[in-house]
């Protein structure tokens, strides 16, 4: 039998493999715990026309009105997504809206005073007409965007233009490594699957 030896090069690549295996491994398990305990908001314009984005913000805020005090006190995602079944009547009743509340896809997202890392989360999605212009993101559950009720239309819940930063937290450069890492890996099983 014919034993051959593993080269330099080929153990260092075995074994960056094995590496990248288990960090993405460890990062989507993070990922999915942190999202069993969030609902997020997901408000899409008709379009991108000015009038159709005012139009978005003023029913974030409608949305919002509607939701905020249904679910203050609620103490876990599965309450939360009862209540929030109970309301979409009241929602879809708004406007011309469609409304859905299921998993989605949400890339990794900075709030400003914290982020969310890429991956499946369950959401409400509000479509307004044709839903083919910008969005707005938020977590309803718990209430992370009410603030938006009391502040400008452009205020800091608002996405970021451009391309998105992973940092979790100003203050530490190690929550950018995981949420890049979690985005990277979420993106590779997405290509495979």
């Known amino acids: 039998m014919y034993k051959q030896k593993l080269r330099p090069w080929e153990a260092a690549l075995l074994l960056a493999l094995c590496a990248l295996f288990f960090t993405g491994a460890w990062a989507q398990t993070a990922q999915e715990a942190l999202a069993g305990g ?44 009862n209540i929030i079944l109970e309301h979409i009547p009241d929602l879809e009743a708004l406007g011309d809206v469609e409304v859905r509340l299921g998993t989605e896809y949400y890339p990794t997202r900075d709030y400003g005073s914290f982020a969310l890392p890429a991956g499946q989360y369950v959401s409400l999605r509000v479509i307004l007409g044709a839903g083919e ?32 930063t992973a940092a979790a937290d100003r203050d530490g450069p190690g929550y950018v490594i995981r949420f890049r890492l979690l985005e990277w890996w979420g993106m590779l099983v997405r290509a495979l699957g």
């Open 38 to 81: 969030l609902v997020r908001l997901h408000v899409v314009a008709n379009s991108d026309s000015d009038a159709d984005q005012a139009a978005k913000l003023q029913m974030r805020d409608r949305v919002l009105a509607v939701l905020a005090p249904a679910l203050e006190g609620c103490g876990s995602r599965e309450d939360a997504v």
């Open 133 to 164: 212009g910008r969005n707005w993101w938020c977590v309803v559950f718990p209430p992370l965007c009410t603030e938006a009720l009391a502040g400008p239309a452009e205020d800091a819940f608002q996405p970021l233009e451009g391309e998105d």
